[in-house]
């Protein structure tokens, strides 16, 4: 799982490239669990944690960048 300071130091298109690979793999995680072929359950919450650290600090710094 990935810190929020490590987030924290990367740039918004790191973030987005990021958050696009973590959307193809709860995806992909999803599937899995649907087939009952899940090795790890434990990383579906993972990752769906870290999409929402990751949207959380997209819009603190469009709206610190707004004002």
């Known amino acids: 799982m990935a810190k929020i300071s490590d987030l924290n130091t990367k740039t918004d298109d790191q973030l987005s490239e990021q958050l696009g690979e973590l ?13 009952s072929q899940l ?7 993972e990752v769906r944690r870290t999409i929402a650290q990751i949207k959380t600090l997209q819009t ?7 004002k």
């Open 23 to 35: 959307k193809r793999e709860q995806f992909n995680l999803r599937f899995q669990a649907a087939t």
């Open 60 to 66: 603190e710094r469009s709206r610190s960048a707004a």
């Open 39 to 45: 090795e790890k359950p434990s990383r579906v919450r």
